[in-house]
């Protein structure tokens, strides 16, 4: 049978497969992809394949209109069934007669037979003798079957240089297309350089009357996944509403996209082949093992092959993993299907999935599975059998984890569940609530029991430990942490290598418990561990433990280590970004300490300014008690007693708050000043109710009362006493020094500055300064008579190091001046030389300031070393 060129006025063959499609009242240009199209052009076969309703046909119509190449364009749109004999063919030969190409008159006669040698030979032969390529586009060209039209292609291509092929459809048609690649010769667009971008979604969508923000246009992206058909149909259901702040998510199972997917994409599945779709989707991302495991089925991997090729939209993830996932809105229509017509299928599936992740070490995402289900008791019992409640102390519900078991409903009554949520509500900050919930697990426990193993017993003895800080008894602590450290020996190596922040959490959940009554070598020890074996990840806790060495080495007089802690905390902060309501206070709190127990009055100031705030939004852990000592000390040298006492009596209200030590030292601070303003009946009052008085600060306070109450021998005593023990702090040595210099000043002086040559020795290592300037007006005589006094004297005051040029003074310093200069020489605070001058405090600053100027000079200790070093003084 032969088909002449006639037969198409006859009604044979259809003129609207080879019409251009007209534009569409809401097109958007694509001018990118155009260039790529008429570059691709340039070279033998062009591929346009992606999802359906991604705008392919409209891609290539605008294209083709454009008129971009000057070459002849056949357009044929081809659909199934037109590859069946000759039918094919007589379309080609026909669209290439009407660019003018002269085509042979017969095609291939029997039914299903593929176009013979003869015949492709002549319609070669004619596009060769065509004095322009000629562009043959084929839309549609995957729904066509069989193999024997694009082997007829690729002998028309192979033998005729001028035929260029744009082939479009929703997968691969069956050419070798690898020769292709490998020579150079294939040009592809696919779905992800279909998908559209911001700007045109936001045009589509102004097209339709809807004018977005730019945050509701990428949500929009977010959902299609730059879609046309989607973003398409979200705008006509969007078009005439009034109101642009509403604006409703997009689903999947909205009817008129829920309509497209099934006539597009369900309704051409096989049975078996839509099963598996429904069943598969209750799966984020999953691999053919994985997705045989859920569904039961032994061909998984053949199926998701065949879904894949077909651009069912389903996509691999990354490259060569091995992973799919469906598109947004069509999981979600698959998911709501399943809800609708087998809800006892859900739960089933989302279990099998998520014992399956469990098993594979992919903790996070079958606690995901469980949610889903609704089973909060089995995601607990994964959480705990893994031994991941310490990952939950870290992150809290910020964390991966944490985030899913966010939703877990308030009122438990399993065990499992219970404790869990004591440790993220711990994570989050909360605890004191968490210290409640662990209560309630802990008899939920008793009364019910539970099946978990050993993940069950790591797991209560870790949230008992954390929970002690908050509780009566933290001295608990000290049998506790031996057996917790015992049982995390014995776990299996396996788990710990898993989770490292375990061994991290049992020292750091030490270490505060045991700072809660004591700032001793044990606490440091164990705060310190735990900063040492800290996994990445943990930084949050490693900078709290920093925080807190900060301060108790700051409280224990090791001013060095504690500034060293600070600084690292500080650091630590501004590499994770942490803003500034979560900066850690304590490292702030511990810097103005060890600035001004130097006498580092500027430096002081500034971190307590800093600090401050942070204390006042009510942070964890010794900042706010260490923050008001500092504060107190600050006021004091500034001669604002009424203040001291206002900031230490509030301070102390919240009675014997952890940590101990330092509420401790908040009333001994309220004591001395009592002793000082000479009310030693409210300051005896004070001393007796103190809950702990065998320790040395107390010792030494009480002594200072005996002295006030002209007890001195008693005083004697017990200061003596103090300097004899061993592990006493250095502050409560030096000021036992310093008070035995004041008992014996006068009435044996070589007492007094041997008593005074040890408390500058104590003093010296650390550079402390500040109890040398309380005790300076009783003392001066003694350090200015005894030459070593005044070597240590220099010392403290930062005189010593390497020589350096003197700066040349240009401007000479009045008399006013240089009798601060000699107060500043003498170590007197600010207040004092006002008041031996008989001048305001701010007179003297303002002539401070000019002596720093005209000796050029930061600091006040390197203004008296210029001045001295220039016989000024």
Same mark, same amino acid.
């Given at each position: 049978?032969?088909?002449?060129?006639?037969?198409?006025?006859?009604?044979?063959?259809?003129?609207?497969?080879?019409?251009?499609?007209?534009?569409?009242?809401?097109?958007?240009?694509?001018?990118?992809?155009?260039?790529?199209?008429?570059?691709?052009?340039?070279?033998?076969?062009?591929l346009v394949t992606g999802l359906a309703g991604s705008g392919k046909t409209q891609l290539l119509a605008s294209w083709a209109r454009s008129g971009a190449v000057r070459w002849p364009i056949v357009w044929i749109a081809v659909e199934p069934g037109d590859e069946r004999g000759a039918t094919f063919w007589t379309y080609l030969i026909e669209g290439l007669r009407r660019v003018g190409v002269r085509v042979p008159a017969q095609v291939p006669a029997?039914?299903?037979?593929?176009?013979?040698?003869?015949?492709?030979?002549?319609?070669?032969?004619?596009?060769?003798?065509?004095?322009?390529?000629?562009?043959?586009?084929?839309?549609?060209?995957?729904?066509?079957?069989?193999?024997?039209?694009?082997?007829?292609?690729?002998?028309?291509?192979?033998?005729?240089?001028?035929?260029?092929?744009?082939?479009?459809?929703?997968?691969?048609?069956?050419?070798?297309?690898?020769?292709?690649?490998?020579?150079?010769?294939?040009?592809?667009?696919?779905?992800?350089?279909?998908?559209?971008?911001?700007?045109?979604?936001?045009?589509?969508?102004?097209?339709?009357?809807?004018?977005?923000?730019?945050?509701?246009?990428?949500?929009?992206?977010?959902?299609?996944?730059?879609?046309?058909?989607?973003?398409?149909?979200?705008?006509?259901?969007?078009?005439?509403?009034?109101?642009?702040?509403?604006?409703?998510?997009?689903?999947?199972?909205?009817?008129?996209?829920?309509?497209?997917?099934?006539?597009?994409?369900?309704?051409?599945?096989?049975?078996?082949?839509?099963?598996?779709?429904?069943?598969?989707?209750?799966?984020?991302?999953?691999?053919?093992?994985?997705?045989?495991?859920?569904?039961?089925?032994?061909?998984?991997?053949?199926l998701l092959a065949g879904l894949t090729r077909e651009n069912a939209f389903i996509q691999p993830v990354g490259d060569g993993t091995g992973l799919y996932r469906y598109h947004h809105l069509f999981a979600d229509l698959l998911r709501a299907q399943l809800a609708w017509a087998e809800p006892d299928q859900v739960a089933l599936l989302h279990g099998r999935a998520a014992d399956w992740l469990f098993a594979h070490g992919r903790l996070a995402d079958?606690?995901?599975?469980?949610?889903?289900?609704?089973?909060?008791?089995?995601?607990?019992?994964?959480?705990?059998?893994?031994?991941?409640?310490?990952?939950?102390?870290?992150?809290?519900?910020?964390?991966?984890?944490?985030?899913?078991?966010?939703?877990?409903?308030?009122?438990?009554?399993?065990?499992?569940?219970?404790?869990?949520?004591?440790?993220?509500?711990?994570?989050?900050?909360?605890?004191?609530?968490?210290?409640?919930?662990?209560?309630?697990?802990?008899?939920?426990?008793?009364?019910?029991?539970?099946?978990?193993?050993?993940?069950?017993?790591?797991?209560?003895?870790?949230?008992?430990?954390?929970?002690?800080?908050?509780?009566?008894?933290?001295?608990?602590?000290?049998?506790?942490?031996?057996?917790?450290?015992?049982?995390?020996?014995?776990?299996?190596?396996?788990?710990?290598?898993?989770?490292?922040?375990?061994?991290?959490?049992?020292?750091?959940?030490?270490?505060?418990?045991?700072?809660?009554?004591?700032?001793?070598?044990?606490?440091?020890?164990?705060?310190?561990?735990?900063?040492a074996t800290a996994p990445p990840g943990a930084e949050l806790v490693k900078i709290d433990c920093l925080g807190r060495l900060a301060v108790t080495e700051a409280y224990r007089g090791w001013l060095g280590r504690a500034e060293t802690y600070a600084r690292q905390a500080l650091d630590l902060a501004a590499e994770c970004g942490l803003s500034r309501d979560r900066w850690p206070a304590a490292a702030e709190v511990a810097l103005a300490w060890v600035?001004?127990?130097?006498?580092?009055?500027?430096?002081?100031?500034?971190?307590? &300014? %800093? $600090?401050?705030?942070?204390?006042?939004?009510? @942070?964890?852990?010794?900042?706010?008690? /260490?923050? =008001? #000592?500092?504060? *107190?000390?600050?006021?004091?040298?500034?001669?604002?007693?009424?203040?001291?006492?206002?900031?230490?009596?509030?301070?102390?209200?919240?009675?014997?708050?952890?940590?101990?030590?330092?509420?401790?030292?908040?009333?001994?601070?309220?004591?001395?000043?009592?002793?000082?303003?000479?009310?030693?009946?409210?300051?005896?009052?004070?001393?007796?109710?103190?809950?702990?008085?065998?320790?040395?600060?107390?010792?030494?306070? &009480? %002594? $200072?009362?005996?002295?006030?109450?002209?007890? @001195?021998?008693?005083?004697?005593?017990? /200061?003596? =006493? #103090?300097?004899? *023990?061993?592990?006493?702090?250095?502050?409560?040595?030096?000021?036992?020094?310093?008070?035995?210099?004041?008992?014996?000043?006068?009435?044996?002086?070589?007492?007094?500055?041997?008593?005074?040559?040890?408390?500058?020795?104590?003093?010296?290592?650390?550079?402390?300064?500040?109890?040398?300037?309380?005790?300076?007006?009783?003392?001066?005589?003694?350090?200015?008579?005894?030459?070593?006094?005044?070597?240590?004297?220099?010392?403290?005051?930062?005189?010593?190091?390497?020589?350096?040029?003197?700066?040349?003074?240009?401007? /000479?310093?009045?008399?006013?001046?240089?009798?601060?200069?000699?107060?500043?020489?003498?170590?007197?605070?600010?207040?004092?030389?006002?008041?031996?001058?008989?001048?305001?405090?701010?007179?003297?600053?303002?002539?401070?300031?000019?002596?720093?100027?005209?000796?050029?000079?930061?600091?006040?200790?390197?203004?008296?070393?210029?001045?001295?070093?220039?016989?000024?003084?």
């Amino acid at each position: 049978m032969s088909i002449e060129p006639s037969a198409d006025s006859a009604g044979s063959l259809l003129n609207s497969k080879f019409a251009v499609p007209a534009p569409p009242p809401f097109m958007v240009d694509r001018p990118a992809l155009a260039d790529r199209l008429t570059e691709g052009v340039q070279g033998p076969l062009t591929l346009v394949t992606g999802l359906a309703g991604s705008g392919k046909t409209q891609l290539l119509a605008s294209w083709a209109r454009s008129g971009a190449v000057r070459w002849p364009i056949v357009w044929i749109a081809v659909e199934p069934g037109d590859e069946r004999g000759a039918t094919f063919w007589t379309y080609l030969i026909e669209g290439l007669r009407r660019v003018g190409v002269r085509v042979p008159a017969q095609v291939p006669a029997a039914p299903g037979a593929a176009a013979g040698r003869p015949f492709l030979a002549r319609v070669a032969a004619a596009l060769a003798a065509c004095p322009t390529p000629v562009v043959l586009v084929l839309d549609g060209a995957s729904q066509l079957a069989g193999r024997d039209w694009a082997a007829g292609l690729e002998f028309l291509q192979s033998h005729a240089s001028g035929l260029r092929l744009v082939l479009s459809g929703r997968w691969d048609p069956p050419l070798p297309l690898y020769r292709y690649r490998l020579a150079g010769e294939l040009s592809e667009i696919r779905t992800a350089d279909l998908a559209f971008r911001a700007d045109e979604a936001a045009r589509l969508l102004e097209l339709h009357g809807v004018t977005p923000t730019g945050d509701q246009v990428a949500e929009l992206l977010d959902r299609t996944e730059g879609w046309a058909a989607g973003i398409r149909l979200y705008a006509s259901a969007r078009q005439g509403c009034a109101d642009p702040a509403v604006w409703p998510g997009l689903t999947g199972n909205e009817s008129s996209v829920a309509e497209y997917f099934i006539g597009e994409v369900l309704r051409f599945q096989p049975p078996v082949m839509r099963r598996f779709l429904l069943e598969t989707s209750v799966l984020d991302t999953f691999t053919a093992e994985f997705a045989a495991a859920v569904t039961g089925r032994a061909d998984a991997g053949r199926l998701l092959a065949g879904l894949t090729r077909e651009n069912a939209f389903i996509q691999p993830v990354g490259d060569g993993t091995g992973l799919y996932r469906y598109h947004h809105l069509f999981a979600d229509l698959l998911r709501a299907q399943l809800a609708w017509a087998e809800p006892d299928q859900v739960a089933l599936l989302h279990g099998r999935a998520a014992d399956w992740l469990f098993a594979h070490g992919r903790l996070a995402d079958a606690v995901a599975q469980c949610a889903r289900a609704g089973d909060w008791e089995t995601a607990a019992t994964m959480v705990i059998e893994d031994f991941a409640v310490g990952q939950l102390v870290i992150e809290g519900s910020a964390g991966r984890l944490g985030g899913v078991l966010a939703g877990l409903p308030q009122h438990q009554t399993v065990p499992e569940t219970v404790l869990v949520r004591a440790a993220l509500t711990y994570g989050d900050g909360d605890h004191l609530r968490a210290a409640e919930q662990f209560a309630y697990a802990s008899k939920l426990l008793a009364v019910h029991g539970s099946a978990c193993g050993d993940g069950l017993t790591l797991a209560f003895h870790l949230m008992q430990l954390l929970t002690l800080p908050v509780g009566p008894e933290p001295e608990q602590v000290e049998e506790l942490a031996p057996v917790v450290k015992a049982f995390l020996a014995v776990t299996p190596e396996r788990l710990r290598t898993r989770h490292p922040e375990l061994r991290m959490l049992v020292h750091a959940a030490e270490g505060v418990a045991r700072g809660a009554y004591s700032a001793g070598d044990e606490t440091v020890d164990a705060l310190a561990e735990a900063v040492a074996t800290a996994p990445p990840g943990a930084e949050l806790v490693k900078i709290d433990c920093l925080g807190r060495l900060a301060v108790t080495e700051a409280y224990r007089g090791w001013l060095g280590r504690a500034e060293t802690y600070a600084r690292q905390a500080l650091d630590l902060a501004a590499e994770c970004g942490l803003s500034r309501d979560r900066w850690p206070a304590a490292a702030e709190v511990a810097l103005a300490w060890v600035a001004l127990e130097r006498y580092d009055i500027d430096a002081a100031d500034r971190h307590l &300014r %800093a $600090a401050q705030p942070l204390c006042a939004t009510g @942070s964890d852990g010794p900042a706010a008690l /260490a923050c =008001a #000592v500092v504060k *107190a000390r600050r006021l004091q040298i500034r001669g604002e007693t009424r203040q001291v006492m206002s900031v230490l009596v509030a301070a102390g209200e919240n009675g014997d708050e952890p940590p101990r030590w330092l509420s401790r030292e908040i009333a001994l601070s309220r004591i001395r000043l009592l002793i000082t303003a000479g009310r030693t009946a409210e300051a005896a009052e004070l001393l007796a109710g103190l809950p702990a008085t065998g320790t040395a600060d107390v010792a030494v306070t &009480r %002594a $200072a009362l005996l002295m006030a109450q002209g007890e @001195s021998g008693p005083a004697q005593d017990i /200061a003596t =006493a #103090v300097t004899r *023990a061993c592990g006493v702090p250095r502050p409560v040595v030096l000021e036992a020094w310093l008070l035995l210099a004041m008992l014996a000043e006068g009435a044996d002086d070589a007492a007094a500055r041997e008593a005074l040559r040890r408390a500058l020795t104590v003093a010296a290592p650390e550079s402390y300064r500040r109890p040398v300037h309380q005790v300076w007006n009783e003392l001066r005589r003694l350090l200015r008579d005894e030459e070593r006094s005044a070597v240590q004297q220099r010392v403290l005051s930062g005189a010593a190091g390497p020589a350096v040029a003197e700066p040349i003074v240009v401007e /000479a310093l009045s008399r006013r001046e240089l009798d601060v200069l000699r107060g500043m020489a003498e170590m007197l605070p600010t207040e004092e030389i006002a008041a031996s001058m008989y001048v305001s405090v701010n007179t003297v600053k303002t002539h401070v300031r000019n002596i720093l100027r005209k000796l050029s000079a930061s600091r006040r200790n390197e203004a008296v070393r210029r001045a001295r070093s220039l016989k000024l003084i």
